[in-house]
T-cell receptor
Framework: EADIYQTPRYLVIGTGKKITLECSQT?????MYWYQQDPGMELHLIHY???????EKGDLSSESTVSRIRTEHFPLTLESARPSHTSQYLC????????????FGPGTRLTVL | KNQVEQSPQSLIILEGKNCTLQ??????????LRWYKQDTGRGPVSLTI?????NTKSNGRYTATLDADTKQSSLHITASQLSDSASYIC?????????????FGRGTQLTVWP
């Protein structure tokens, strides 16, 4: 079982609120990822990081931002949440070597009213 | 256009029966193919991973096959259990990407009835 954690697991908030989704891993992995997944749809990469102070946007345009100040921590922030942000957000990390499997957190189910 | 297509979209089987899920991909260059199991409201968990040279790989009641020539993979589940109810996602990685770039299918939603 991979040691990657996400909080909160579920979040219901009103439009315009600022939120931060937390992701932490204790495996010392340099590469970390954020995915967005709507019901019945594939995962879409929205952000990734090669390591501390490295962040890049993924394939799917997202109004969210990320930071990587510490290896183990990769939070995602929405400055002003909107109903279109309602989705499941999954965090993952990758062991060194590139060919290994990404380990996923349990996800955060976000609902913006 | 999604480069990983899975079929069927959903499947219902009775407990104890076998089933096979399909995955076709167009990702190139190919590095490896993974099958993940995703329980409702949870993150995906890896079942198998296969590289170009591997044709089959088993993990308990799960057996994955890969035909790199036709770019097809299947996941066979034997003697299904109620706990097998989940979404099964095919994920393909492209070679030469230090990012570990993954292409996800939309998954097959499997429901096992008692």
């Amino acid at each position: 079982e991979a040691d990657i954690y996400q909080t909160p697991r579920y979040l219901v908030i009103g439009t315009g609120k600022k939120i931060t989704l937390e992701c932490s891993q204790t495996m010392g992995h340099d590469k970390m990822y954020w995915y967005q997944q709507d019901p019945g749809m594939e995962l879409h990469l929205i952000h990734y990081s090669y390591g501390v102070n490295s962040t890049e946007k993924g394939d799917l345009s997202s109004e969210s931002t990320v930071s990587r100040i510490r290896t183990e921590h990769f939070p995602l922030t929405l400055e002003s949440a909107r109903p279109s942000h309602t989705s499941q957000y999954l965090c993952a990390s990758l062991p060194p070597g590139g060919a290994d499997t990404q380990y996923f957190g349990p996800g955060t189910r976000l609902t913006v009213l | 256009k999604n480069q990983v297509e899975q079929s069927p979209q959903s499947l219902i089987i009775l407990e104890g029966k076998n089933c096979t899920l399909q995955c076709n991909y167009t990702v190139s260059p190919f590095s490896n193919l993974r099958w993940y199991k995703q329980d409702t409201g949870r993150g995906p968990v890896s079942l198998t991973i296969m590289t170009f040279s591997e044709n089959t790989k088993s993990n308990g009641r799960y057996t994955a096959t890969l035909d790199a020539d036709t770019k097809q993979s299947s996941l066979h589940i034997t003697a299904s259990q109620l706990s097998d109810s989940a979404s099964y996602i095919c994920v393909v990685s492209d070679r030469g990407s230090t990012l570990g770039r993954l292409y996800f299918g939309r998954g097959t939603q499997l429901t096992v009835w008692p």
